[in-house]
């Protein structure tokens, strides 16, 4: 008995081509996206890597004293005119970097809650078209703009209500402008998170009698709690790494003050004006700015490690 051998017709040529296509395709797609992780790893590593190296000459260095650059009050890499007169204690630069930063987010974190619950909970279609373009707006502007709003607006305004007590460049204006440059980012984070939070929860609280007011601020926020409190906790990041507010008007003067009327310069900032000074490549004030760049680096790392636990600890699963 013999049998028939059927050609391959040319549709299933196609199909053939069709689908060993789709497998190389797919398996370029898997090493383009693994390359790019692996990129990403690569530079993280050989940031921390440059931090490490350049940061050690500062430390290791005979005027540097490791306890009294984490204890003590007196910072003037740029000041002292001798060496040997410098002090190396980063108190006053975390001192100002954080005054800068409380400020801002007294300003961002109930602005934007508030904006995000009102946008989430409360707004009509029209509205919300409205105020999320503005949001992107002021996400969108400058941070060198801002800086440049802060002197000529916000420091202007506060001494002629103050009567002269705020000093030209201080805290208090460079914080309101980091605040509304993260007053975006917490009010988007924050709508994402309210966002997700299933609506038959909304309509059960709705069954029992609550008001909408009680039920976004029992029901909807404290199950969105997580997300909103990861979206504070990369405000406060983002605004202790911010760089062109700050040294355009927090100052250039590091004090060791609760005073925000006075000026503050941050940890950024000195980073900026020790590039822009002529301290020559290899002295230790040249490689103070590594020593604070490595200093931040840990904090905001630090801030990164603890809003992986707060939203593992709050986080909610629904089905």
Not at 34 to 40: D, K, L, Q, Y
Not at 122 to 138: G, M, Q, Y
């Amino acid at each position: 008995m013999t049998g028939t051998i059927t050609q391959p017709t040319a549709l299933t040529k196609r199909r053939f081509k069709s689908t060993a296509w789709a497998s190389v395709s797919e398996r370029l797609v898997l090493v383009g996206l693994g390359s790019c992780a692996v990129a990403t790893l690569l530079i993280t590593v050989g940031i921390l890597v440059m931090l490490v190296t350049q940061s050690w000459h500062f430390f290791a260095s005979e005027y540097v004293e490791f306890g009294e650059f984490f204890s003590g009050g007196r910072w003037t890499a740029l000041q002292a005119k001798e060496i040997e007169d410098a002090r190396f204690g980063i108190w006053p630069l975390l001192s100002g970097t954080l005054r800068v930063t409380v400020i801002a987010m007294v300003i961002a974190l109930p602005l934007g809650l508030m904006t995000a619950i009102y946008l989430s909970e409360f707004a009509s279609r029209r509205v919300r078209s409205l105020l999320k373009p503005t949001l992107e707006v002021i996400a969108g502007i400058p941070t060198v703009v801002l800086g440049f709003f802060a002197i000529l607006v916000i420091s202007p305004g506060l001494q002629w209500i103050s009567g002269g007590s705020f000093d030209t460049f201080n805290a208090t204006s460079a914080g309101i402008a980091v605040g509304i440059l993260c007053l975006p980012m917490v009010c988007s984070l924050s709508e994402d998170a309210l966002q997700a939070v299933p609506t038959s929860l909304r309509e059960g609280a709705y069954g029992l009698g609550c008001t909408p007011f009680e039920t976004a601020t029992k029901v909807v926020v404290p199950a969105a709690l997580s997300g909103i409190v990861s979206a504070f906790l990369l405000a406060f990041s983002r605004a202790i790494g911010e760089t062109m507010v700050v040294a355009l008007a927090a100052g250039t003067r590091a004090t060791a003050t609760l005073d925000p009327r006075e000026q503050s310069q941050t940890m950024t900032g000195f980073i900026v004006e020790m590039i822009k000074s002529e301290s020559e490549f290899g002295t230790v004030q040249y490689y103070s700015l590594y020593g604070v760049a490595m200093a931040l680096f840990v904090i905001t790392f630090a801030m990164t490690v603890v809003g992986q636990m707060v939203r593992r600890r709050y986080r909610e699963s629904y089905q």
